[in-house]
Every structure is written in C-alpha cells, then in structure tokens.
C-alpha cells in the first residue's frame, strides 16, 4: 500500500458545486476498499467476541480478549511507524516530508489505541481483579507510554519551522519508541498482576479453546487494517494542513512586500 | 455482562467517532485547500 503522496486534485472552477464535490471526496478505490476490509473485520470481531462462551476462571470477561490485546498491538505498532518515519526524516538521505508526516499522524493514531489500551483493560481489571487501576509495572509503562505519545503531540503543535519542528519531534519519537519494548516485556520482567504475554503463552499443547485464539487473532487482523485505514487519511490531513499552513505564510509574505513597496513609493 | 458491553462498546465507538473526525476534517482543509490553489477569476 502506498500513503498518499499527491495533493488534492485542484480543480478548475472556485466555488462550483462540482468543485466542492471533488474537493471533498476522501480517498481512492483503495482506501475505499481498505476502510471496508477494516470496519467489516471489526464489525465481525466484535460479534465473534460477543458470541465467545464463559470460562471457569473469568466468566464472560474473557471475551474482552477480542478486543483489548488486538488495541495494545496497535498501540505498538502506531509508536513504532511513528519512530521509524522518523529515523527516516533524521537521516539526510531518507529525508522526506511524507516521513514526518507519517510520523505526526501515526503518534496521534497510537494516542487513541494507547488511551483505548488503558480503558479497555481497566475495564477488563475492574471485575476480575477488583480494582480498577494498580500501579504495577504493565500499567504504569502503559500509563507512561500515553503521557510520551501525547508530549510528542503537544511538541509538533508548537509553532516554529516545519524542520525545527520535525527535528524536535523526530527525537522525542524514539523516546516512546524504547517505551514499547519495556512495556511488552514488563510483565516478564517485574511481578505484576497483569497476565504473562497472551501469544507467548500459547503452547501447541494449551487447552484454550479455539474461538478465543480465533476471535484474538481476528482482532489483530482487523485492529491493524483500521489503522491503517486511519493513517491513510489522516496523513491526507497532515498533508493539507501543511500546504494551507505554507499557503497563509506566502500569503503574509506577499502582503508585507507589497506594503513595503506601497510605502518606499510613498 | 455489563463490563464486556462497556468495553467493546467504547473501543467500537471511539474509533467509529475518531474515524469519522478525520475525514471530516479531510473534507474541510480539501475544500479550503482546494479553493486556495484556484487563482480567482
């Protein structure tokens, strides 16, 4: 899959209701087709999951394992394009405009897993450990991977340069990027209350029924395609904002040279 | 049961609802940018 890389179409007449149709259309037949894939997967996802049977030691939440390991993967993974979009940009040779792009709209993406990650599994904490947030080390990083993603987000609002801007964020970016590793591996290398790895645990020998892996599985699947999906358009949007962002500079530019002029001839 | 509605319900709605900003948002900066690359007539 390619990210989008072409502006808007520009079209010939400002204003037209013909013009405003073709500005206002969102995507291709691929990203048509993506957002499909993607929004059908989760529809079924969640059906499946609603539909898994109750066990012995949870009850009907187990079935909250259709939803919220499938949102921490995405959570890692929207950090991690974030981190490598922006070792890309760091490097003279890669640098690209698309990359830092990628970067901002991949780390907005990973905010709202990462937020999701959070609630999903107090929610999940809640009936089966009886609390709903405990400081051990799988919450806690998760907790801290958020507050990065969202610091990343703040820094690139900051207004200044795009390169100055895309320098400070790229850096910051592969701060929350160590974050990931840590907070997979927190639950083997702290005591926690948190399960082990879901997919690690996982023994060709295990008991688990099938329809959970199947349910899980299909999570990742779908989870993965919607953000992909997601940062189809919102690099679109990114990609806008820049060239309106570029537009208004050349605007004012252009308005204090013809002021100046206007006042030398004065 | 309440607890499995309130999380599937809440990740299904977030991303319905984040989804949707997004390309609301797309359709906006298009318009403005479209309009913007127009020179006037």
Redesign the interface.
């Known amino acids: 899959m390619t990210l989008p890389d072409a502006?808007?179409p520009?079209?010939?007449?400002?204003?037209a209701p013909a013009?405003?149709t073709?500005?206002?259309?969102?995507g291709t037949v691929a990203s048509l087709g993506l957002g499909i894939a993607a929004w059908g997967l989760?529809a079924i996802t969640?059906g499946l999951?609603?539909g898994l049977p109750q066990t012995v030691e949870q009850g009907?939440?187990s079935?909250?394992i259709?939803?919220?390991p499938p949102?921490a993967w995405v959570a890692y993974v929207a950090v991690l394009v974030t981190a490598v979009a922006s070792v890309v940009w760091l490097v003279p040779r890669t640098r690209s405009v698309t990359a830092d792009l990628v970067a901002g709209a991949s780390a907005e993406i990973g905010a709202?897993f990462c937020?999701?990650m959070l609630?999903?599994g107090s929610?999940?904490g809640?009936?089966t450990w009886g609390v709903w947030w405990v400081w051990d080390a799988r919450l806690t990083t998760s907790a801290l991977l958020l507050a990065v993603v969202l610091g990343y987000l703040a820094v690139r609002r900051i207004p200044d340069p795009h390169e100055v801007r895309a320098r400070r964020s790229a850096w910051l970016a592969l701060a929350a990027a160590v974050l990931v590793p840590v907070n997979h591996f927190a639950v083997e290398w702290w005591r926690t209350l948190h399960q082990g790895r879901s997919l690690a645990q996982l023994t060709p020998g295990d008991d688990l029924d099938g329809r959970f892996i199947g349910a899980m599985l299909l999570g990742f699947v779908a989870m993965t395609l919607?953000y992909l999906?997601?940062l189809w358009?919102?690099v679109?949007?990114e990609r806008?904002?820049l060239?309106?962002e570029e537009?208004d500079l050349e605007t004012a530019l252009i308005a204090r040279r013809a002021e100046a002029t206007s006042g030398a001839a004065g | 049961m309440g607890y499995v509605l309130a999380g599937f319900g809440l990740t299904v709605g977030v991303l319905v609802g984040y989804g949707g900003w997004v390309l609301r948002r797309e359709q906006t900066l298009g318009r403005l940018a479209s309009r913007r690359r127009t020179p006037p007539r």
Request: hydrophobic letters at 60%; a positive charge; glycine letters at 4%.
């Open positions: 502006p808007v520009a079209v010939d007449v400002a204003g013009a405003a073709a500005a206002s259309r969102t989760l969640v999951g609603l009907v939440y079935r909250l259709a939803v919220h949102v709202v937020a999701l609630a999903t929610i999940w809640r009936p919607v999906w997601l358009h919102r679109r949007v806008l904002a060239e309106l537009s």
